[in-house]
């Protein structure tokens, strides 16, 4: 029996988790898929906005203003790197120029402090690659990029070592109400909980009406993009948006938090909650709209392109409060963009909302903030380097070539809390695979290290959910069906025959 | 520091051949770094017959071709840092690397020889829409998953692209067992030797596709199918000619880029025609002392070609440590002139030519453009043609070799040569 029960491991679930895991409370995180981070929180922009594109008086103007300045000491605690580039919104024509004075305002309005309208010569300086047809920009100097996903996972980790309970692999097919508590049923188990809060995304909805009669629906809008190689990177420097219209916040163009650019988004309503399929006329699309912003963006340097879906509600706003209909049940739904920049904030207020109900929520003694720390081997200095490279051997191991990735990180990457046990777990954790080759070279070997180390057969290991299996088989001969006990592997072998 | 005369960087046949033609040259201080566990290179995946068929006159496999190497380095005793990754070069020949051993080590060498070869075109690079499950491999990974590690990567297969790994391993699946239910060709022609065409293809009666190419793949978590649709004249897809091939799996042999990270770490001159850099006759880069050759100077088909190149590097980089004058003295003598690709060419290797270096002749690598009939290779000066090489057929999958003699080009001087192909009539 939990106390409280979160439905969805992404980054609002994931957050909401590590805020609660301070208290003296029993916190389960269910998670549908076999990884946190899996829905949106892997398929997004990565900005943490600045503030002033919400309507004054909403949800997501608050809790974006709130939770922007969170992520610093966020990021140190969970050990993430946020990088503060700023965003420009840049006004091509006159008639943009409008829009970038109504941002401004809405920014004072809504809080956000030190934003400044800069002008043509300005911008072209600071950003030499953008289209020579940029009048003035909105520069919001606290916006910056982040690994979406690399905080979720962080966060999960850090909820984790501080006692949450996650259960991946958890689709939940029923919430019934039986004693005053919420009974959740999924196809591996059952799990009791006094409180339950719905962080389900796209999904959110339906978790909603498994309780109460629909008081919201949600309308994945599906957005896509282009990854450009890191030598294209320095392309720009700030967090590049056009101006908004009233299909959205259009095409930005930004280095990522790793160095890559990202091209994206376009914004198409679906019906299919799983569809994430990319398709030719939409990149296309994003390729020309991005033309707007810059001549220069090298598209031959494409390593991939992906899509994501945005969680968006029929009520336009954040959906953050207990159902009525069912007490104790506690939505959070509809955090569509910026809700990554809202998410700590939404977390505190989540928690909140649990002690109005709970009463004050009594803290641990013992609660740890600090996740311990990411090995990034290649960022450290050599000498740090070396004596790791001594304490275990597999540091000095390269096994993505593009991204620099050593074995040792692969190897406490599957080992950590909440560890990796896909390929694309692994990828999302220390990144081989992301480079230009996408895994060309590192993936067999990744899926060798995934097999020993979970002790598993290399047949067993899946791409990213669990029927996305890699290998059919053994080969006629291959494999190790026929292979005799103690046999070591034909390098061994070949080592030990020639002495 | 330690020092050397001649580090190789890469222990497939490029590096080896390299290192051993070096050493017989008299170079003694030679070292060659792998990242790998053993040495060999993408050879000791290739476990089908067709190697060193021009320079051992011997129908080989990859693995008894790489052997040969591997021995000939055993006995000139050349060492060797097996699973050890460079991480840096520079213009100074200076080389970091790591290893589990010695950690991060930096050491410097007399002349550097690139030999990192390729990989390959990546699902992403080529732009395939769709969603993205798995199921989906280059050519060159499924080979390393079924000839290396013994896993077969699925049971009914579309092949996209006609890369000779590609037809390869389309044989190779078929032979596993797993059904190919096409391999695709968004041009009109294939892109690897006939030869393979031939002997992968025809001979399992598994069927090319020309003019068509996947528009999208399917399914969730395992890929489930592909639509595919003819191409244009441009190569592009004809809309509403896709039609859905159901599978479950999606094997890519769309191109090998040369892996210039390092070069690039070193201020190396890449030819964008080649993606690798951009050589003399003695297989110099732009920066003195680094030398390059095989698929890191540009994508060869045959193995056996890239020994002989790899050959000229380790003799132009001895004539460099050893103060031999052709490739030392070459940065200071005379002007270069450079070699252009013209009408009809992909590109021309070597980009430049120094002092012909001191051969009685110098071989040029070249690949055209498009198909070609009845046709010649012209090699202009000035609008003279100096030499004129005739062919009955050419295609960009194939590449060719003009041979130019001292005496015809030795009293050029000033301006460029350019190599074109030129239909002929009749």
Request: with cysteine.
């Amino acid at each position: 029996m939990s106390e409280v029960a979160i439905i969805g491991a992404g980054i609002i679930g994931t957050l909401i988790a590590r805020e609660l895991s301070r208290f003296k409370l029993e916190v389960a995180l269910l998670e549908s898929s076999n990884d946190v981070a899996n829905g949106s929180t892997k398929a997004n922009s990565g900005i943490i906005h600045a503030g002033y594109d919400a309507e004054p008086g909403s949800a997501k103007a608050r809790f974006n203003v709130l939770g922007n300045p969170l992520f610093d000491r966020l990021c140190e605690q969970l050990d993430v790197r946020l990088n503060r580039i700023g965003s420009l919104v840049v006004a091509f024509s006159p008639s943009e120029r409008r829009t970038v004075e109504q941002l401004y305002n809405r920014g004072i309005h809504n809080g956000v402090g030190d934003l400044q309208i800069i002008e043509r010569e300005q911008l072209l300086s600071i950003e030499p690659n953008l289209d020579e047809s940029a009048q003035c920009a909105l520069l919001a100097p606290q916006a910056g990029i982040i690994d979406p996903w690399e905080i979720a996972v962080a966060a999960a980790e850090n909820a984790a070592d501080n006692g949450v309970e996650i259960r991946l692999n958890f689709p939940v097919q029923a919430i019934e109400r039986d004693n005053g508590c919420y009974r959740i049923t999924s196809p591996n188990g059952q799990i009791r909980a006094q409180q339950v809060i719905n962080c389900a995304g796209v999904f959110a909805d339906r978790i909603h009406q498994m309780v109460a009669p629909p008081t919201f629906t949600i309308t994945p809008r599906k957005g896509q993009y282009f990854v450009l190689d890191k030598t294209a990177g320095a392309l720009v420097n700030h967090v590049i948006f056009q101006c908004p219209t009233e299909l959205g916040k259009g095409v930005l163009v930004t280095r990522s938090v790793h160095g890559n650019l990202l091209v994206g988004p376009d914004s198409v309503e679906i019906e299919d909650r799983e569809d994430l399929a990319t398709t030719q006329d939409r990149l296309e699309f994003v390729r020309r709209s991005a033309g707007k912003v810059s001549k220069n963006i090298p598209f031959s340097q494409v390593i991939r392109s992906f899509s994501g879906l945005r969680a968006t509600p029929n009520t336009k706003d954040f959906i953050i409060e207990e159902c009525g209909e069912a007490p104790g049940f506690i939505d959070v739904a509809g955090i569509e963009s910026p809700g990554l920049t809202a998410a700590p904030a939404i977390a505190h207020y989540v928690r909140d909302l649990l002690s109005r109900t709970r009463g004050a929520l009594e803290e641990r003694g013992d609660f740890n903030p600090d996740r311990r720390p990411a090995i990034r081997f290649m960022d450290l200095p050599e000498q740090r380097k070396n004596e790791l490279i001594r304490k275990d051997p597999r540091f000095g191991r390269i096994i993505c070539r593009c991204e620099s990735v050593t074995e040792g990180e692969i190897v406490d990457a599957i080992h950590r809390n909440v560890g990796a046990t896909t390929l694309d777990g692994v990828k999302k954790r220390v990144r081989p695979g992301m480079g230009r080759c996408q895994g060309g070279f590192c993936g067999p070997q990744v899926l060798e290290i995934l097999a020993r180390e979970l002790k598993k057969n290399p047949t067993e290991i899946v791409k990213n959910e669990v029927d996305s299996y890699i290998l059919t088989g053994p080969t006629k001969c291959g494999g190790e069906k026929d292979r005799p006990e103690g046999i070591g592997s034909m390098v061994e072998q070949k080592a030990a025959y020639h002495g | 520091m330690d020092s050397y005369d001649i580090v190789v960087i890469g222990g497939g046949p490029a590096g080896m051949a390299a290192a051993v033609a070096a050493r017989e040259e008299g170079v003694e201080k030679i070292l060659l770094i792998e990242r790998d566990r053993e040495l060999g290179g993408i050879l000791q995946q290739c476990i089908h017959n067709g190697f060193g068929l021009h320079h051992f006159k011997e129908d080989l496999t990859g693995p008894e071709f790489s052997e040969r190497y591997i021995r000939r380095m055993e006995e000139l005793e050349i060492p060797c840092k097996l699973d050890t990754t460079v991480l840096e070069i520079t213009a100074g020949r200076e080389i970091l690397y790591i290893n589990a051993r010695e950690g991060v080590t930096k050491i410097s060498a007399g002349a550097i020889i690139l030999a990192m070869g390729c990989r390959e075109r990546s699902r992403g690079a080529v732009n395939i829409p769709g969603s993205r499950p798995a199921g989906v491999f280059t050519a060159g990974t499924a080979q390393r998953l079924i000839n290396m590690e013994g896993y077969m990567v699925g049971r009914r297969i579309m092949m996209l692209g006609t890369g000779d790994i590609g037809l390869i391993m389309a044989r190779r699946l078929t032979l596993e067992g797993a059904k190919v239910i096409a391999v695709l060709a968004r041009k009109p022609y294939p892109g690897g030797l006939m030869r393979n065409v031939a002997q992968c293809l025809y001979d399992y009666d598994i069927p090319l596709m020309l003019r068509h190419t996947i528009v999208a793949i399917q399914g969730k978590d395992r890929v489930t199918g592909v639509l595919v649709a003819d191409t244009d004249e441009n190569s592009r897809p004809i809309p509403g000619s896709e039609r859905l091939y159901e599978c479950d799996t999606v094997i890519l042999s769309v191109g090998l880029i040369p892996e210039n990270e390092l070069s690039l770490s070193a201020g190396v001159q890449l030819d964008p025609h080649t993606g690798g850099p951009v050589v003399d006759e003695f297989r110099q880069t732009s920066v003195a002392g680094i030398f390059a050759c095989g698929n890191v100077v540009h994508v060869h088909d045959l193995v056996d070609f890239v020994v002989e190149e790899s050959e000229i590097a380790g003799r132009g980089a001895a004539g460099f440590v050893l103060g031999r004058g052709e490739a030392e003295g070459a940065e200071t003598s005379g002007t270069p002139i450079d070699l252009l690709p013209g009408e009809g060419l992909k590109y021309v290797v070597p980009q430049r030519m120094r002092g012909f270096n001191g051969e009685e002749r110098l071989d040029l690598f070249l690949r055209v453009s498009r198909v070609y009939g009845r046709s010649a290779i012209e090699v202009r000066h000035d609008g003279d043609t100096v030499k004129r090489l005739k062919r009955l057929r050419m295609n960009p999958g194939e590449m060719e070799r003009v041979r130019l003699n001292r005496s015809a080009i030795e009293k050029l001087t000033g301006s460029n040569l350019i190599v074109e192909a030129v239909e002929v009539d009749g």
